[in-house]
């Protein structure tokens, strides 16, 4: 999303040890256990099960009608390539459980759109052999829900767009 449509919101990507949320009192997240800039473990990714991490995040920005998650590969040899986009997690909903369906919608409402590759869920990393890439969790606080039945991460962009009250970034690697 251009930087131009949002809100310059703090991003934390401190893990909870290190930065609690509670003193600092910004919009943070939380992938599983990992301190961001960490490794991500087999479990999640091609080499393992290939299952979605546990997420769990605190201090939304107030006004907060519903959250987006958007897991991309910045280093994708065609260019950024989106692994896992969820919208309209309920605002009071405070954590992903690990190993979520690839349903279209899920347990507590939020709905799954489309990766790049055209499917629905999570799609675990798998980078080509070489130099690990980067896998960044993004979760946008929204001022509305996001009235789409489906979407892929266009139209996520095209509906948050003016709509983010704050953004939480955890950034993780992985190679093969």
């Known amino acids: 999303m251009p930087a131009s449509t949002a809100p310059s919101p703090a991003v934390t990507t401190a893990a909870p040890a290190q930065a609690p949320a509670t003193v600092t009192g910004g919009f943070s997240l939380h992938v599983d256990e990992l301190v961001p800039g960490s490794v991500l473990p087999d479990a999640y990714a091609c080499k393992g099960a290939g299952e979605s991490p546990e997420l769990s995040w605190e201090n939304v ?78 979760l946008y606080a929204v001022d509305y829900e996001i009235g789409m039945p489906t979407a892929d991460r266009d139209g996520i962009d095209w509906a948050m767009s003016g709509h983010v009250l704050g953004q939480a970034t955890v950034t993780t690697t992985f190679g093969r």
């Open 61 to 138: 920005p107030k006004g907060t009608k519903s959250l987006v998650l958007i897991v991309d590969d910045p280093d994708a040899p065609k260019g950024t390539f989106t692994h896992w986009l969820l919208y309209n997690i309920p605002p009071a909903t405070r954590r992903i459980d690990r190993a979520q369906p690839n349903a279209k919608v899920l347990a507590n409402g939020a709905q799954q759109g489309d990766t790049s590759t055209g499917s629905r869920g999570y799609f675990p990393p798998c980078p080509p052999i070489g130099p690990a890439h980067r896998y960044v969790f993004s």
